[in-house]
């Protein structure tokens, strides 16, 4: 199996003497979609993006509170033409001109929509690299967003956004056939269970099946060596098709009801936890708007700073 390394999200951390920088930092335009927007200060705003050729970045937009100076562009989802100051070191870009190309708006009126795209949005905080080049993962950011808010809120999207992930990641799951014996997947009886393994990214027919691995469910804290997810012939056809089609014909062909693909989501989401190096296993948070389960368990966040550990 074939994994590549990647950054892993890192939170920006601004103190308000980084102003004084942007005067002497290189302009640069690129494409930018909006991935997370949080005040700064009274009147600025620090504002996250997937960029077509920069990776993704971090960005101050100065008066943007206050002042009509960006319009929508900083609005979530929105995909705009950055002009932005960049200087080699620096912990923030400074944006001095946005130019919208397409505001998503219909995502932002329909509340699954805006849960379904909050999620995208937090898995590209975590695997999106920073300030590296990725125009892939900005083609399948784009394409979903596209795609979700012409359909409307639908689960194979996000499954197809997963299983895009881990092929962006080199991760390459054994789908023709059983890890066990080798019978094709078209040739598994129909209603038939399958077991999925989490760290060989394969699957076992009923027959193979092994007893006393760990069934990873919502909730539970197995780690993921010998984690195993049960899951129907027609969810692992579904995987095939997303990893084999673009995003707009996969979801469309994807062919499983909603039981199969939480299924396959859980199974998507323990790959993607277990194979992406430095990816932090915490649950997506806009999961619950969705009434979807995470696979994974709440880690414990670090303790504050300069405060004793009880014992």
């Known amino acids: 199996m074939k994994r590549t390394s990647r950054n892993s999200h890192k939170p920006v951390c601004l103190s308000s ?12 335009r ?3 979609i909006v991935l997370r927007s949080v005040p700064f200060e009274d009147r600025h705003r620090v504002v996250t993006a997937i960029t077509e050729n920069h990776g993704q970045i971090s960005a101050l937009a100065r008066n943007a509170i206050q002042s009509r100076r960006f319009g929508g562009t900083l609005e979530l989802f929105a995909a705009a033409e ?27 009126a329909d509340f699954d929509c805006l849960s379904l795209a909050s999620v995208l949005s937090e898995l590209m905080l975590k695997v999106a690299p920073q300030r590296t080049s990725a125009p892939e993962l900005f083609r399948l950011h784009s394409n979903s967003l ?29 789908l023709q056939a059983c890890s066990g014996c080798a019978i094709p997947l078209d040739q598994v009886e129909e209603g038939a269970e399958l077991t999925c393994l989490v ?8 027959k193979c099946r092994r007893d006393g691995l760990a069934h990873v469910q919502g909730g539970s804290d197995t780690g993921f060596q010998q984690a195993q997810i049960r899951l129907a012939p027609l969810g692992i056809l579904d995987f095939q ?3 084999a089609l673009p995003i707009r014909q996969a979801s469309r062909a994807a062919q499983a009801g909603r039981k199969d693909q939480l299924d396959l989501f859980r199974f998507l989401e323990a790959l ?40």
């Open 272 to 311: 993607l936890a277990y194979h992406l190096p430095g990816l932090d296993r915490q649950p997506l948070k806009a999961l619950r708007f969705l009434g979807i389960e995470s696979s994974l368990s709440p880690q414990p966040e670090n303790p504050p700073r300069n405060r004793p550990l009880r014992s």
């Open 199 to 206: 760290a060989s990214a394969g699957w076992l027919c009923s």
């Open 241 to 243: 098709v997303s990893v």
């Open 17 to 28: 003497t980084a102003l004084c920088y942007f005067a002497f930092m290189e302009l640069k």
């Open 146 to 174: 596209a795609v979700l808010e012409e359909r409307g809120a639908d689960l194979r999207i996000l499954n197809t956004y997963l299983a895009k992930l881990l092929q962006w990641n080199g991760t390459q799951p054994r």
């Open 30 to 32: 690129d494409l930018a």
């Open 82 to 108: 950055w002009t932005f100051a960049d200087k080699q070191g620096a912990e923030l870009c400074g944006l001095r001109d946005a130019v919208i190309r397409r505001s998503f708006e219909g995502i932002r």
